[in-house]
Protein backbone atom coordinates (compact mmCIF):
# COMPACT_ATOMS: atom_id res chain seq x y z
CA UNK A 1 0.00 0.00 0.00
CA UNK A 2 1.47 3.48 -1.13
CA UNK A 3 1.91 6.29 1.83
CA UNK A 4 -0.19 8.54 0.02
CA UNK A 5 -2.72 6.33 -1.13
CA UNK A 6 -6.38 6.94 0.01
CA UNK A 7 -6.23 3.28 1.88
CA UNK A 8 -3.17 4.61 3.67
CA UNK A 9 -4.58 7.52 5.04
CA UNK A 10 -8.06 5.80 6.56
CA UNK A 11 -5.63 3.33 7.73
CA UNK A 12 -4.41 6.37 9.92
CA UNK A 13 -7.39 7.75 10.81
CA UNK A 14 -8.98 4.73 11.92
CA UNK A 15 -5.79 3.91 13.92
CA UNK A 16 -5.82 7.15 15.54
CA UNK A 17 -9.60 6.91 16.11
CA UNK A 18 -9.41 3.65 17.71
CA UNK A 19 -6.29 5.05 19.91
CA UNK A 20 -8.45 8.14 20.90
CA UNK A 21 -11.02 5.77 21.94
CA UNK A 22 -8.80 3.77 24.49
CA UNK A 23 -6.98 6.81 25.92
CA UNK A 24 -10.26 8.90 26.87
CA UNK A 25 -12.48 5.69 27.70
CA UNK A 26 -11.25 5.12 31.15
CA UNK A 27 -12.40 9.00 31.69
CA UNK A 28 -15.47 8.84 29.79
CA UNK A 29 -16.74 5.76 32.40
CA UNK A 30 -15.61 7.44 35.28
CA UNK A 31 -18.13 10.65 34.62
CA UNK A 32 -20.98 7.77 33.89
CA UNK A 33 -22.92 7.52 37.51
CA UNK A 34 -23.95 4.07 36.38
CA UNK A 35 -20.02 2.70 36.25
CA UNK A 36 -18.58 4.65 39.27
CA UNK A 37 -17.76 3.04 42.06
CA UNK A 38 -19.75 3.77 44.94
CA UNK A 39 -16.99 5.95 47.02
CA UNK A 40 -15.93 7.50 43.54
CA UNK A 41 -19.66 8.81 42.95
CA UNK A 42 -19.86 10.33 46.58
CA UNK A 43 -16.56 11.95 46.72
CA UNK A 44 -17.65 13.39 43.17
CA UNK A 45 -21.00 14.10 44.90
CA UNK A 46 -19.58 16.17 47.85
CA UNK A 47 -17.05 18.08 44.93
CA UNK A 48 -20.05 19.47 43.35
CA UNK A 49 -21.74 20.65 46.43
CA UNK A 50 -18.41 22.28 47.37
CA UNK A 51 -18.07 24.04 44.20
CA UNK A 52 -22.29 25.07 44.24
CA UNK A 53 -21.32 26.65 47.95
CA UNK A 54 -18.42 28.57 46.51
CA UNK A 55 -20.19 29.67 43.47
CA UNK A 56 -23.17 31.29 45.93
CA UNK A 57 -20.41 32.73 48.10
CA UNK A 58 -18.96 30.63 50.31
CA UNK A 59 -18.74 31.61 53.71
CA UNK A 60 -20.69 34.72 52.82
CA UNK A 61 -23.24 32.16 51.73
CA UNK A 62 -22.94 29.48 54.41
CA UNK A 63 -23.02 32.19 57.16
CA UNK A 64 -26.38 33.95 56.39
CA UNK A 65 -28.92 33.57 58.91
CA UNK A 66 -31.64 36.21 58.30
CA UNK A 67 -32.56 37.17 54.73
CA UNK A 68 -35.29 40.13 53.85
CA UNK A 69 -36.68 40.29 50.32
CA UNK A 70 -39.40 41.95 48.28
CA UNK A 71 -41.22 41.65 45.24
CA UNK A 72 -43.94 40.53 43.27
CA UNK A 73 -45.72 36.44 43.25
CA UNK A 74 -47.51 35.60 39.95
CA UNK A 75 -50.61 33.62 40.25
CA UNK A 76 -51.58 30.64 39.03
CA UNK A 77 -55.20 29.23 38.30
CA UNK A 78 -55.33 25.66 38.29
CA UNK A 79 -54.86 25.36 34.55
CA UNK A 80 -51.40 26.58 34.81
CA UNK A 81 -52.72 29.87 33.65
CA UNK A 82 -51.30 33.50 34.96
CA UNK A 83 -54.16 35.18 36.97
CA UNK A 84 -52.42 38.19 38.42
CA UNK A 85 -50.02 39.13 40.74
CA UNK A 86 -49.12 40.23 44.43
CA UNK A 87 -46.64 41.93 46.25
CA UNK A 88 -45.11 40.38 49.57
CA UNK A 89 -42.37 41.12 52.05
CA UNK A 90 -40.87 37.78 52.93
CA UNK A 91 -38.29 37.95 56.67
CA UNK A 92 -36.17 34.76 56.79
CA UNK A 93 -34.48 33.40 59.94
CA UNK A 94 -32.84 30.13 59.17
CA UNK A 95 -33.64 27.58 59.49
CA UNK A 96 -37.03 27.37 60.59
CA UNK A 97 -38.77 31.32 61.08
CA UNK A 98 -40.73 32.77 58.12
CA UNK A 99 -42.73 35.78 57.99
CA UNK A 100 -44.66 36.83 55.21
CA UNK A 101 -46.81 40.04 54.72
CA UNK A 102 -48.85 40.06 51.42
CA UNK A 103 -49.95 43.35 50.08
CA UNK A 104 -52.88 43.10 48.03
CA UNK A 105 -55.90 46.12 46.63
CA UNK A 106 -59.16 45.94 48.36
CA UNK A 107 -60.88 42.52 49.57
CA UNK A 108 -59.24 39.20 48.06
CA UNK A 109 -59.51 36.29 48.75
CA UNK A 110 -57.03 34.43 46.92
CA UNK A 111 -55.14 33.86 50.24
CA UNK A 112 -57.00 30.06 49.55
CA UNK A 113 -54.89 29.27 46.39
CA UNK A 114 -51.78 31.13 47.29
CA UNK A 115 -50.85 29.43 50.69
CA UNK A 116 -53.90 26.99 51.41
CA UNK A 117 -55.53 29.19 54.11
CA UNK A 118 -58.94 29.15 54.06
CA UNK A 119 -60.94 32.30 55.11
CA UNK A 120 -58.43 34.72 54.52
CA UNK A 121 -58.87 38.07 53.33
CA UNK A 122 -57.75 41.21 52.41
CA UNK A 123 -58.44 44.10 54.75
CA UNK A 124 -56.74 46.90 56.49
CA UNK A 125 -55.32 48.23 53.03
CA UNK A 126 -55.18 44.92 51.65
CA UNK A 127 -52.99 43.47 54.20
CA UNK A 128 -52.44 39.35 55.25
CA UNK A 129 -49.02 38.38 57.27
CA UNK A 130 -49.01 34.78 58.02
CA UNK A 131 -45.64 34.24 60.32
CA UNK A 132 -43.73 30.75 61.45
CA UNK A 133 -41.58 30.12 64.33
CA UNK A 134 -40.63 26.98 64.59
CA UNK A 135 -43.69 24.76 65.46
CA UNK A 136 -45.78 27.98 66.04
CA UNK A 137 -47.73 29.81 63.28
CA UNK A 138 -50.41 33.16 63.23
CA UNK A 139 -52.25 35.04 60.84
CA UNK A 140 -53.46 38.45 60.54
CA UNK A 141 -56.29 39.74 58.88
CA UNK A 142 -59.29 42.00 59.31
CA UNK A 143 -60.24 39.56 62.01
CA UNK A 144 -56.88 40.31 63.97
CA UNK A 145 -54.07 37.97 65.23
CA UNK A 146 -55.51 34.35 64.64
CA UNK A 147 -53.29 30.86 65.37
CA UNK A 148 -52.75 29.22 62.02
CA UNK A 149 -54.24 25.35 61.19
CA UNK A 150 -52.05 22.91 62.31
CA UNK A 151 -52.06 21.54 59.19
CA UNK A 152 -50.38 25.08 58.16
CA UNK A 153 -47.94 24.68 60.50
CA UNK A 154 -46.73 20.97 59.65
CA UNK A 155 -46.78 21.99 56.15
CA UNK A 156 -44.33 24.85 56.60
CA UNK A 157 -41.75 22.51 58.61
CA UNK A 158 -41.67 20.10 55.47
CA UNK A 159 -40.99 22.49 53.31
CA UNK A 160 -38.37 24.02 55.55
CA UNK A 161 -36.97 20.04 55.41
CA UNK A 162 -37.16 20.78 51.71
CA UNK A 163 -35.67 23.93 51.57
CA UNK A 164 -32.24 23.47 49.48
CA UNK A 165 -30.51 26.56 51.49
CA UNK A 166 -31.26 24.80 54.66
CA UNK A 167 -29.83 21.37 53.22
CA UNK A 168 -26.51 23.86 51.97
CA UNK A 169 -26.00 25.42 55.23
CA UNK A 170 -27.32 23.07 57.92
CA UNK A 171 -27.74 19.80 56.86
CA UNK A 172 -24.59 18.35 54.70
CA UNK A 173 -23.41 16.83 58.19
CA UNK A 174 -26.42 15.42 59.09
CA UNK A 175 -26.55 11.57 59.62
CA UNK A 176 -27.65 8.94 57.09
CA UNK A 177 -27.41 11.55 54.08
CA UNK A 178 -26.90 9.91 50.68
CA UNK A 179 -24.79 11.41 48.43
CA UNK A 180 -24.18 10.69 44.62
CA UNK A 181 -22.58 12.08 41.44
CA UNK A 182 -25.84 12.04 39.08
CA UNK A 183 -24.48 12.83 35.75
CA UNK A 184 -24.01 15.55 33.22
CA UNK A 185 -26.79 17.14 31.49
CA UNK A 186 -28.03 20.12 29.09
CA UNK A 187 -30.61 22.56 31.08
CA UNK A 188 -31.84 25.12 29.53
CA UNK A 189 -29.33 25.60 26.83
CA UNK A 190 -26.56 25.12 30.19
CA UNK A 191 -23.83 22.55 30.67
CA UNK A 192 -24.55 21.12 33.92
CA UNK A 193 -23.36 18.50 36.58
CA UNK A 194 -26.42 16.65 38.84
CA UNK A 195 -25.64 15.66 42.13
CA UNK A 196 -28.24 13.75 44.59
CA UNK A 197 -28.57 13.54 48.12
CA UNK A 198 -31.02 11.52 50.12
CA UNK A 199 -31.70 12.02 53.40
CA UNK A 200 -32.81 9.62 56.29
CA UNK A 201 -36.77 10.08 55.62
CA UNK A 202 -36.36 9.73 52.10
CA UNK A 203 -36.85 12.85 50.11
CA UNK A 204 -34.18 12.76 47.13
CA UNK A 205 -32.77 16.21 46.20
CA UNK A 206 -31.37 16.95 42.46
CA UNK A 207 -29.64 20.00 42.04
CA UNK A 208 -28.29 21.14 38.49
CA UNK A 209 -24.88 22.68 39.09
CA UNK A 210 -23.89 24.98 36.30
CA UNK A 211 -20.62 24.07 35.06
CA UNK A 212 -19.53 27.99 34.46
CA UNK A 213 -20.61 29.19 37.11
CA UNK A 214 -21.09 26.73 39.86
CA UNK A 215 -24.67 28.02 40.56
CA UNK A 216 -27.52 26.41 41.35
CA UNK A 217 -29.47 25.87 37.77
CA UNK A 218 -32.77 23.78 39.18
CA UNK A 219 -33.38 21.94 42.09
CA UNK A 220 -35.82 18.67 42.12
CA UNK A 221 -37.18 17.07 45.11
CA UNK A 222 -38.74 14.04 45.12
CA UNK A 223 -41.07 12.69 48.21
CA UNK A 224 -43.36 9.76 48.30
CA UNK A 225 -46.95 10.43 48.74
CA UNK A 226 -48.22 7.14 50.12
CA UNK A 227 -51.85 8.32 49.97
CA UNK A 228 -51.86 8.43 46.24
CA UNK A 229 -49.15 6.29 45.64
CA UNK A 230 -47.35 7.96 43.80
CA UNK A 231 -43.53 10.37 43.88
CA UNK A 232 -44.31 14.03 43.49
CA UNK A 233 -41.81 15.75 42.28
CA UNK A 234 -41.22 19.40 43.32
CA UNK A 235 -39.16 21.74 41.29
CA UNK A 236 -37.77 25.19 41.50
CA UNK A 237 -35.83 27.07 38.92
CA UNK A 238 -33.35 30.00 39.87
CA UNK A 239 -32.34 32.54 37.24
CA UNK A 240 -30.74 36.31 37.03
CA UNK A 241 -28.19 35.84 39.70
CA UNK A 242 -27.18 38.97 41.56
CA UNK A 243 -24.99 39.60 44.47
CA UNK A 244 -26.05 40.55 47.45
CA UNK A 245 -24.82 41.73 50.01
CA UNK A 246 -22.20 38.49 50.98
CA UNK A 247 -24.15 35.84 48.56
CA UNK A 248 -24.86 35.06 45.39
CA UNK A 249 -29.24 35.68 45.06
CA UNK A 250 -31.23 34.55 42.13
CA UNK A 251 -34.15 37.00 41.42
CA UNK A 252 -36.32 35.34 39.59
CA UNK A 253 -37.20 31.79 40.97
CA UNK A 254 -40.18 29.31 39.37
CA UNK A 255 -41.84 26.23 41.06
CA UNK A 256 -43.69 23.59 39.27
CA UNK A 257 -45.23 20.48 41.33
CA UNK A 258 -45.21 17.13 39.25
CA UNK A 259 -44.72 19.77 35.87
CA UNK A 260 -47.41 22.33 36.65
CA UNK A 261 -46.10 25.67 37.49
CA UNK A 262 -47.39 26.59 40.81
CA UNK A 263 -45.46 29.87 42.03
CA UNK A 264 -43.12 32.79 40.18
CA UNK A 265 -41.43 35.11 42.09
CA UNK A 266 -39.96 38.33 40.93
CA UNK A 267 -37.30 40.15 43.67
CA UNK A 268 -37.35 43.92 43.55
CA UNK A 269 -34.52 43.90 46.43
CA UNK A 270 -33.16 41.37 49.00
CA UNK A 271 -30.87 41.26 52.06
CA UNK A 272 -28.44 39.11 53.76
CA UNK A 273 -28.33 39.13 57.44
CA UNK A 274 -29.93 42.65 57.89
CA UNK A 275 -30.29 42.24 61.85
CA UNK A 276 -33.85 41.74 62.73
CA UNK A 277 -35.43 43.18 66.13
CA UNK A 278 -35.98 40.13 68.08
CA UNK A 279 -39.78 40.70 68.13
CA UNK A 280 -40.09 40.40 64.65
CA UNK A 281 -41.62 36.40 64.19
CA UNK A 282 -43.24 36.84 67.64
CA UNK A 283 -47.16 36.73 67.68
CA UNK A 284 -47.24 39.82 69.98
CA UNK A 285 -45.59 41.90 66.52
CA UNK A 286 -48.08 41.08 64.05
CA UNK A 287 -50.98 43.43 65.42
CA UNK A 288 -48.17 46.74 65.49
CA UNK A 289 -46.71 45.79 62.04
CA UNK A 290 -49.93 45.69 60.23
CA UNK A 291 -50.61 48.94 61.78
CA UNK A 292 -47.68 50.09 60.42
CA UNK A 293 -48.27 48.81 57.03
CA UNK A 294 -51.55 50.22 57.11
CA UNK A 295 -50.29 53.50 58.10
CA UNK A 296 -47.84 53.56 55.43
CA UNK A 297 -49.94 52.86 52.42
CA UNK A 298 -52.79 55.87 53.15
Known sequence: MRMNSPQFHRGIAIGIAIFAAL???????????????PEQ????????????????????????????????????GHSGDLTGYISFN??????????????????????LSLIGLDGLDFAHGG???????????????????????VTSITDFQEQMKRNVDNLLRFRLNEPGLI????????????QVDWVEVTDSEGRKFRLAV????????????????????????????????QLKDSAWTPM???????????AQFFYDSCRCNPGFPQDLFSKDSLKTRGAELVSKRK
Not at 47 to 75: F, H, K, M, N, W
Not at 128 to 143: A, E, K, P, Q
Not at 179 to 190: A, C, E, S, Y
Not at 253 to 262: C, I, L, T
Request: with cysteine.
Open 179 to 190: IRFGGGDTVDLK
Open 41 to 76: SEAKGKQLLRDLIAGLGGPGYTEVRESECTGRRALF
Open 23 to 37: CFAPTIAAQNPETMM
Open 252 to 262: QVSREHNGRRV
Open 127 to 149: IVITLYNGDRGWSFDRSGVNELP
Open 90 to 111: DFRHYPDKARIEYLGHGRNTIL
Open 210 to 241: DRSTHQLDRAVVSTEDPENQQINDDTTIYTNY
